[in-house]
C-alpha cells in the first residue's frame, strides 16, 4: 500500500505551520504502507493540481492530508467536506474566495473514504486527545477535503482520502493568550496511529463520535 501525505505551508501570518513539519517526520513506512510526503500551498485551487499531478504521478492508494486548526485542542479527524469556499481570511496568494462552489455542478457534500472512527480509536489508544470533527470550516482545508474526494471520485475510483486537522506548537502560542496547543512529538505519534488505522481496518468500527452541537 502507498499513502500519499500532505501537509499546507504556513498561512496567516504563521512562521511555521504544524502540518507539513509533521509530515516532513513522519517514518518512511508505517504498518508497511510506503509513506509518500508532500507540502501543497495554502492556496485555493493550486493547492489541488499540486495533489493532482502526485497522485497522478505515484498512484497511492490513499490521499492523508494534514492541517492546521489553530484553538483546536485535539487531534480532529474530519468526517465530511462541503462543496463551498467562503474564506475568513485570503490564501497565500491573496485570494478570499466568498460563497463560491469549490467545483460548480458537484455534489454538496463528500463524506471521506477513511475509517475516522477507527483512527480516532488509534490515536486515543497512545493516551493522545482526539475525535470526530464535523466540519473541516470553509478555507483551504476544507477545499482539499472535498476536493480531493471530489478528484479520486471523478477520476480514480476505488482510491480513498482522508483529512485531519491538528493543533497549534507550542512555539505558536507563546503570545495567544489561554490557546491550545500540542507537541510536535504527539502529533507525529498520532499521525502515525490514524495511519496505522487506515492500512489495518477495512470496515470502520461503529462506536459514537457524533456531537450535540
Known amino acids: 500500500m502507498k499513502i500519499l501525505v500532505t501537509g499546507f505551508?504556513?498561512?496567516?501570518?504563521?512562521?511555521?505551520?504544524?502540518?507539513?513539519?509533521?509530515?516532513?517526520?513522519?517514518?518512511?513506512t508505517i504498518a508497511g504502507a510506503e509513506i509518500i510526503k508532500l507540502e501543497i500551498p495554502t492556496v485555493c485551487h493550486k493547492s489541488l493540481c499540486v495533489i493532482g499531478e502526485a497522485v497522478a504521478a505515484y498512484?497511492?492508494?490513499?490521499?492523508?492530508?494534514?492541517g492546521q486548526a489553530g484553538g483546536r485542542a485535539d487531534i480532529t479527524v474530519e468526517r465530511v467536506g462541503i462543496n463551498v469556499d467562503d474564506c475568513r481570511?485570503?490564501?497565500?496568494?491573496?485570494?478570499?474566495?466568498?460563497?463560491?462552489?469549490i467545483y460548480a455542478g458537484g455534489p454538496a457534500a463528500y463524506f471521506v473514504t477513511v475509517p475516522i472512527k477507527a483512527m480516532v480509536q488509534r490515536i486515543q489508544e497512545r493516551?493522545?486527545?482526539?475525535?470526530?470533527?464535523n466540519s473541516a470550516g470553509t478555507f483551504?482545508?476544507?477545499?482539499?477535503?472535498?476536493?480531493?474526494?471530489h478528484l479520486l471520485a471523478t477520476q480514480y475510483p476505488g482510491k480513498r482520502s482522508g483529512f485531519i486537522h491538528?493543533?497549534?506548537?507550542?512555539?505558536?502560542?507563546?503570545?495567544?493568550?489561554?490557546?491550545?496547543?500540542?507537541?510536535?512529538?504527539?502529533?507525529?505519534e498520532a499521525i502515525e496511529a490514524a495511519i496505522c488505522a487506515i492500512v489495518e481496518t477495512e470496515t470502520d468500527i461503529k462506536v459514537t463520535g457524533g456531537a450535540t452541537h
Open 140 to 149: 483551504v482545508c476544507n477545499h482539499v477535503t472535498y476536493g480531493v474526494c
Open 59 to 66: 498512484d497511492p492508494d490513499v490521499v492523508l492530508s494534514i
Open 9 to 28: 505551508d504556513p498561512f496567516g501570518g504563521e512562521a511555521v505551520n504544524p502540518a507539513i513539519e509533521t509530515v516532513k517526520r513522519l517514518p518512511a
Open 89 to 101: 481570511i485570503p490564501d497565500n496568494e491573496g485570494n478570499q474566495i466568498i460563497d463560491e462552489p
Open 127 to 133: 493516551k493522545i486527545p482526539a475525535s470526530v470533527s
Open 166 to 188: 491538528i493543533p497549534f506548537l507550542p512555539g505558536q502560542v507563546i503570545d495567544k493568550k489561554n490557546m491550545p496547543s500540542m507537541s510536535q512529538e504527539m502529533m507525529v
